[in-house]
């Protein structure tokens, strides 16, 4: 007799177990402290800019827009595989029980969300609207949960609808309404918020409506979208250890490899242009760089003090050099390369010379950026340092790596 309870309890355990295996990777060594330091220099930032906050600063928007996006951002975690749109669909009658389940896990999962969220707004709530009780605040919290799960089971009904623009119509109508209801509790505009609420509940009525005329699951849609998030939690993960369940993804990007694929015809270079095109067209290295560049430039620019500008360049520096060390293992399942006439010293001296060309990409446009705030000491001390810090961190560290 099939028990759709133990089996979401089979499926749960074998998840749970593959990726804690991960995250004991991803939390572990360099990173961690890397976290670590960047939370507690980014907490005394925050503590110091909360004593000297300006009188229009919009909190109530802040802080409504991070509750709105985070009650919309409601994903269901179905655990389903693709061997399932063969096995399972003949018993979806006997499946109530494993979505219950799997709707009580996505929400319980995203409750991480909630309480980060609310942890880091609560001083600037306290700060901002001093005259109100904390019982004020509380109450927040606690709408933004019902919020959440009443999100959570509107975008499970909406994943019985096929048509994509219809589903994101639906999200974009949902998400301004769970800002404006909030931005209208913070500000005490209960009318309004009311108003914003009854608004909102309309068009969950509206997707149990749709959700209710539609007879049957999309098992491929369902499974689509949580293969996808499992693909995401790889690519993450393979930054840290090798995951044999990672599908490369390649994009073509033509006038990207037109511009790095410039290398001379020579034995030499052969990893030289494997190396650049795997950068620019496999998995999502280059996204990662970019993403790097800009949050560092980013805070490198909002933090006042110099000292902190210059420790945050070099950080963003380290992280970006230490994610771009598994390009040397992307190809380690092609055995093609084995031969290629080429000595395993040339390949590591490739891998060595793009990281290094890499880092100093980002030591000048940090340096740049420091020029066109008219810091010139941080400047010149980043360039330096950040020229210092990258031979060091790829000549010795990633080096002895690779060997």
Do not use: C
């Not at 929400?107 to 880091?120: E, G, M, N, R, S």
């Not at 970019?290 to 490198?300: D, E, Y």
């Not at 290629?340 to 010293?345: D, H, K, R, T």
């Amino acid at each position: 007799m099939f028990n759709s309870h133990h089996f979401f309890k089979e499926r749960f355990s074998a998840h749970l177990k593959e990726t804690s295996r991960y995250l004991r990777y991803i939390f572990n060594g360099h990173i961690a402290i890397a976290m670590l330091f960047f939370i507690s220099a980014l907490a005394v930032y925050y503590q110091k800019w909360l004593q000297e906050i300006p009188d229009d600063f919009p909190a109530a928007w802040v802080i409504s827009i991070v509750f709105g996006l985070i009650a919309s951002y409601s994903p269901v975690r179905t655990l389903l595989k693709e061997p399932d749109l063969v096995f399972l669909i003949p018993a979806e009658q006997k499946m109530k029980a494993y979505f219950r389940n799997a709707i009580a896990y996505s929400f319980t999962i995203q409750l991480y969300l909630v309480f980060l969220a609310a942890a880091a707004l609560g001083p600037l709530y306290t700060t901002v609207f001093a005259n109100r009780a904390g019982v004020v605040y509380l109450i927040t919290i606690v709408l933004l949960l019902v919020f959440k799960f009443a999100n959570l089971i509107a975008n499970w009904w909406m994943l019985k609808v096929r048509e994509r623009d219809s589903r994101l119509i639906d999200t974009v109508v949902r998400t301004v309404l769970n800002i404006a209801v909030f931005y209208f509790f913070i500000s005490g505009s209960m009318l309004l918020a009311g108003i914003t609420t009854l608004l909102f509940a309309i068009v969950f009525l509206y997707d149990y409506q749709i959700a209710s005329k539609r007879s049957g699951l999309l098992w491929d849609l369902l499974v689509e979208k949580d293969q996808s998030r499992m693909q995401a939690f790889y690519r993450l993960a393979n930054m840290f250890a090798d995951v044999p369940h990672l599908k490369s993804q390649v994009k073509k990007r033509h006038w990207l490899v037109r511009i790095v694929s410039q290398v001379p015809f020579t034995r030499t270079a052969t990893y030289d242009y494997l190396y650049r095109i795997t950068l620019i067209r496999s998995g999502d290295y280059l996204g990662i760089y970019m993403r790097l560049v800009v949050i560092g430039g980013v805070l490198i620019y909002v933090i006042p003090p110099l000292w902190l500008k210059i420790i945050f360049a070099l950080l963003f520096l380290y992280l970006s050099s230490f994610q771009m060390m598994t390009l040397y293992q992307h190809h380690r399942t092609i055995l093609w390369l084995d031969l290629y006439p080429v000595s395993l010293q040339i390949r590591q001296q490739s891998l060595l010379k793009l990281l290094l060309q890499l880092s100093i990409v980002q030591v000048i446009l940090f340096t740049a950026l420091f020029i066109v705030m008219g810091i010139y000491i941080g400047a010149m001390i980043t360039f330096a340092g950040g020229i210092i810090f990258s031979w060091l961190f790829v000549d010795g560290y990633v080096k002895r790596k690779l060997t």
